[in-house]
């Protein structure tokens, strides 16, 4: 019996969409049709995420960002590299704003002051300092976070605290795949940050190809 979630599995997808016994956006489709459940906790989606991109899909998800923020002035997109340009771009065209990406290294291309913080990857486990210039991020910009994934949240803390040590004020954060048996979301919930992600995933089993999403 389904309950609040929504237990999809990968061979009894398409016949219980076809009885209408589920329903998915139409993130969660693409998800069930073409990302891979890998050993780890993984969710290989890279036929259409964060290695070859479906541009079609991104618009998508760039217009379903827009709707659920309608109501927030944003002035500036904010993500960090690299997985995450991809969908800001995508997503910056749609709210009409500049994307600004935090940076891993710092490189002669960026001259003069910046902001930085340290960030822990949870997908190469290891941590990064990245960086901003204070050219591109200050007082009076509105910052919507945009990013992949969200898993332990600390790339999310991270370009938070960018903004909060810019003095612009942060909007809000979209995420397109948040892991909500991970703690990321509750930790970047909790401090009141407006999160919306297109698609939670609320567990998985590499055995079974078994997906839950939340409603």
Known sequence: MLSDDRIISYNMTDNLLTKGIITMNFLEERIMKDGVVKEGNILKVDSFLNHQMDVKLFKQMGEEFKRRFADEEITKILTIEASGIGIACVAAEVFDVPVVFAKKTQTKNIAGDVYTTKVESFTHGRVYDIIVSKEFLGKGDKVLLI???????????????????????????????????????DIIRSKGIHLESLAIVESMDEKTGEVVFRD
């Open 147 to 185: 990013d992949d994934f969200l898993a332990n949240g600390k790339a999310l803390e991270g370009l938070a605290e960018l903004v909060t040590k810019s003095g612009a004020e942060l909007v809000g954060a979209g995420v397109v795949i948040e892991k909500g048996f991970q703690v990321g979301g």
